[in-house]
C-alpha cells in the first residue's frame, strides 16, 4: 500500500499526502483475520446492547429464574441449552456481554484518563515531577495485578462499578510509563519549543500539543489492552467480586456453570467461548494495529 | 565499580518499593467499607463484643500508630491473625506457600522448555506453515480465560479418557497408603528423597493438569517475545555480516543470533513467574489445589481482610525480589544495562 503512494504520478494537482492515521487504517485493512476480529467484537457489542429485543426471553436475560426447565441440553427452542435456574443461555451471554465488554472498555479507558496526563507531565516537567510520579507507577506496577486487583475489589465491596475501579488501580501505571516516553522525546521537539517561546502555559502545551501527538500509540495500547482487561474482569467475577447474581456476566456464568461442568458443560462452556472469541479478536485487532502503526512493521503484504 | 553501584542502587529501590507497597496493602486495607471488627466477633455481635474486638485489633487507635504497630509485626513475621479461622497467617503462609510454588515452578519451567524453543523456531522459519501455526496457537493462549482451560482440560482428560485426576495435590488412597514425608513441602522433592515412588508417580499425575493450564499463558507470552525477538537480531548488521560470508544458516541462528536472546529468555522468566503467580489463583481454584489462591479466594468470600493484605503483602514481596535478582542477572550478562 506504502507503494500506491509512492507511485503515485505527480499530476496536474499535488496528490494528497496521506496522514499517519490514514496510513495506519490502510495498512490495518489489509489485516484479514484482524477484519474478522472487528466482526466478532460487532457483533458481541450489538448483541449485548439489543440483547432485550434479540432473545425471546428477555427476563431469563436478565435474572429470572425458570426452574422447570433447568439443565437442557441445547436444542431447537434453547440454542445453547438452559442453565442451573432454566434461564436460556444465549439470552444469558447476550446480558453477561453488556457487563464483560464494559469492563473492558471503562476499564481502558480510566486507564488513560488516569496515566495518560501524569506521563505526559512527568515526561514534560522531568526532575522531581518526574522522580515522584515515575517511583509511584514503580510501586503499582511491582504488585501481582490480579492479587492488587481482587485485595482492591474486596476492600470496596463487589459490584460492577468496584471491580473496573479496582482493576484500572492496577492498570493506569502501563500508560504512564508509555506517554512519558513519548513526551521526553517529544519536548524536544521545535513545534514544542517554538510555543515554549512565545510563552504558551505549560499545562496548555500538555494538553493542545503534548497529548493529541500520543494519542495513536495510546489508541494501539488500549486496543492491545482491552482483551487483558476483559479477562481479568471475567476471573474476578469468577473469584465471586464484580456483579453480583442475579446479574449475568461471562465469568460469574462459568463459576456458576462449573460444578455441573462435567456433566452438563454447556453453560459454562457457551460463557468461555464468548470470552475467548472477544478477547481473541481484540488480541488480532491489537496486534494488527501495532503492525500497522509501526513504520518497520507497516510495509508488510500481509 | 559502575556495576557494583547499579547493584546497591537498585538493591534500595527494591527496598524503598517494598515500603511503598506495605502503606498501600496498609491503606487498601484501612478504606474497607465493611466493619472488620464485626466480621472478627463472630455472627451477630453485641455492641460490646464490636468495642472489644475493635481494641483487641487495634482499630480504636489513630491511623498512624496502627500503621506502626502494623509495620514493626510484619517486620516481625507477625503477619496478623486471619479473622475466620483466628489461626496466624504466617503460619498458614509456611503451609499453602510450597504447595503453590511446586505449581509455579514447574509452569515456569514449562515456560522456558517449550515456549522458547518455539518461538525461536517460529521467528527464525518466519513466514512459514509453523510460524503460522505457532502463531495462532500463542495468540490464543494469551486469548483463553484459564479457569476455563482448566474445566475444559479436566471435562477431556478427567471425565472422558480418564487418565489424570481432576484435582488436588494427591489422592486420598496414596495419602493413607504412601504418606509423604513432609520435608520441604515440595511434594516431588520429598517423594524423590525419602525413595516413595509411588507417592511420586501420584503427585507427577496429579501436577499434569494443573502446570499446563498454569503455563499456557506463559507458554504463549515466551513463544511471542522470542520471535519477536528473533526476527529482530536476524535482521541486525551482524546478522547480515555472517551471512555475506557465507556462514550457514544454522551457526548464524544457534551461534550468533540465540546468544543475543539469552537476555530476553531471563525477561520471560521473569514475566512467566509474574504470570504464574497471578493466574495460579485461578488455577487453584479449579483443580481443588490447597495453596495460596485458595487460602485468598476462601478469604475473599469470607471478607478475611487480614488474610488477602497479606497474601497481597508477601506475594508481592517475592514478586519484587525474584525482579530484582533478574535484573541484577541481566546487568551481569548484559554490559549495557549498568549504564542506565
Known sequence: MT??????????????????????????????????????????????????????????????????????????????????????????????????????????????????????????????????????????????????????ATALGSGFVNTMIAIAITWWPWYTRLVRAQTVSLRERYFIEAARSIGVPSFKIIATHIL?????????????????????????????????????????????????????????????????LVVLSFNLIGDALRDAADPRTRRGEA | MQRFEYLIKRFILAIVVILSVMVLTFFISRVLPSDPAAAWAGSHPTAEQIAIANQRLG??????????????????????????????????LRTYLP????LVFCAMLLAVVVGIPLGVLSGAYKGSFFDHLTRLVSISGVSIPTFWLGLLLQLFFFSQLKI?????????ATAINNPVTQLTGFYLIDTAVTGNWAAFKDTLLHLVLPACTLATYPVALAIR??????????????????????????????????????????????????YSLTGDILIEIIYSWPGLGSYITGAVLAIDFPVIVSVTLFVTVIYVFINLILDLLQAMLDPRVSLE
Open chain 1, 3 to 152: 507503494t500506491t503512494t509512492l507511485s503515485a504520478e505527480p499530476a496536474a494537482s499535488p496528490p494528497a499526502v496521506p496522514s499517519e492515521r490514514q496510513l495506519i487504517l490502510r495498512a490495518f485493512r489489509q489485516d484479514k483475520l484482524a477484519m474478522l476480529g472487528v466482526l466478532v467484537i460487532v457483533f458481541f457489542v450489538l448483541t449485548s446492547i439489543f440483547a432485550p429485543l434479540l432473545t425471546p426471553y428477555p427476563a431469563q436475560g436478565a435474572g429470572a429464574p425458570n426452574i422447570i426447565e433447568k439443565f437442557k441440553a441445547p436444542g431447537a427452542e434453547h440454542p445453547l441449552g438452559t442453565d442451573y435456574l432454566g434461564r436460556d443461555v444465549l439470552a444469558r451471554i447476550f446480558y453477561g456481554g453488556r457487563s464483560s465488554l464494559t469492563t473492558g472498555f471503562l476499564v481502558v479507558f480510566l486507564a488513560v484518563l488516569i496515566g495518560a496526563p501524569l506521563g505526559a507531565i512527568a515526561g514534560y516537567f522531568g526532575g522531581r515531577v518526574d522522580d515522584v510520579i515515575m517511583r509511584i507507577t514503580d510501586v503499582f506496577l511491582s504488585f501481582p495485578p490480579l492479587l492488587l486487583a481482587i485485595a482492591i
Open chain 1, 212 to 276: 493529541p501527538n500520543v494519542l495513536t500509540p495510546i489508541l494501539v495500547q488500549g486496543t492491545m489492552d482491552l482483551g487483558s482487561a476483559i479477562l481479568t474482569g471475567a476471573a474476578i467475577n469468577f473469584i465471586g467480586l464484580g456483579v453480583q447474581p442475579p446479574q449475568a456476566d461471562w465469568g460469574n456464568m462459568i463459576s456458576q456453570g462449573r460444578i455441573y461442568f462435567m456433566e452438563r458443560p454447556w453453560f459454562a462452556g457457551s460463557a468461555g467461548v464468548a470470552i475467548f
Open chain 2, 59 to 92: 482499630l480504636d487507635q489513630p491511623l498512624h500508630v496502627q500503621f506502626w504497630r502494623y509495620f514493626t509485626s510484619v517486620l516481625q513475621g507477625d503477619l496478623g491473625t486471619s479473622l475466620q479461622t483466628k489461626q496466624p497467617i504466617a503460619r498458614d
Open chain 2, 99 to 102: 504447595a503453590t510454588m511446586e
Open chain 2, 164 to 172: 489424570l485426576p481432576l484435582g488436588s495435590r494427591i489422592s486420598t
Open chain 2, 225 to 274: 517475545m522470542t520471535r519477536s525477538n528473533i526476527i529482530e537480531v536476524l535482521s541486525e548488521k551482524y546478522i547480515l555480516a555472517a551471512r555475506i560470508t557465507g556462514l550457514p544458516r544454522r551457526t548464524i541462528l544457534f551461534d550468533l543470533a540465540l546468544k543475543n536472546a539469552i537476555i530476553p529468555t531471563i525477561t520471560v522468566l521473569g514475566l512467566s513467574f509474574a
